[in-house]
């Protein structure tokens, strides 16, 4: 009898900062699918942004914030690394060998998948797709199908958040909620988002 493989979910992000939703979604992922532990690849040169926190700042940031939880833990990636299907899926895979990966994602991303180089390597894998309150998941249950992927979806109880909304908040002199007080602490005593 084949031994059942343990599930690792992979959560990567520019988290720029992290947020309550990220935590959120790593944590309903855990518990709705099973997961031994979540991973959280923090991107230190995100492809399609133009303008980033530094990658200390945003590591530091996550490290603080899923602090708490036992079982998420923040890979740190050297500052320079950009993140690849080719080379991510490398270094997960001979770091979990006896693993099944599942990527936990925001409909957002998911929507983009199909652009991502690496679609063979990409239909090997299962994706978590995070469902805001708003979300019915009709899109990503559609782009799965269409490319050929597999897809769990995990129900979340929180509403729309962004990081880009967080600092605008943030720029604005205002205390944005869905942040953990000591990664405020840490962004004000950084002076960070303050638009200087």
Known sequence: MEEKKSKVGILSGTFDPVHDGHIALADNAAHQLGLEKVIVLVEPK??????????????????????????ISVHEASAGDQHSVEHTLKYLHSR????????????DVFEYLPKWDGQDELKQLTFAVGLRTEDDGELAVSIAAENGYKLKLIQTELPRISSSHIRDLIKSGEKPGHLSPKVFEYIKKHNLYDGS
């Open 46 to 71: 995100p492809r399609h942004k133009q303008r980033t926190t530094k990658y200390a700042h945003r590591l530091a940031m996550t490290k603080i914030a899923t602090g708490s939880q036992k079982f």
């Open 96 to 107: 979990f060998p006896d693993s099944e990966l599942i990527m936990i994602m925001g409909g």
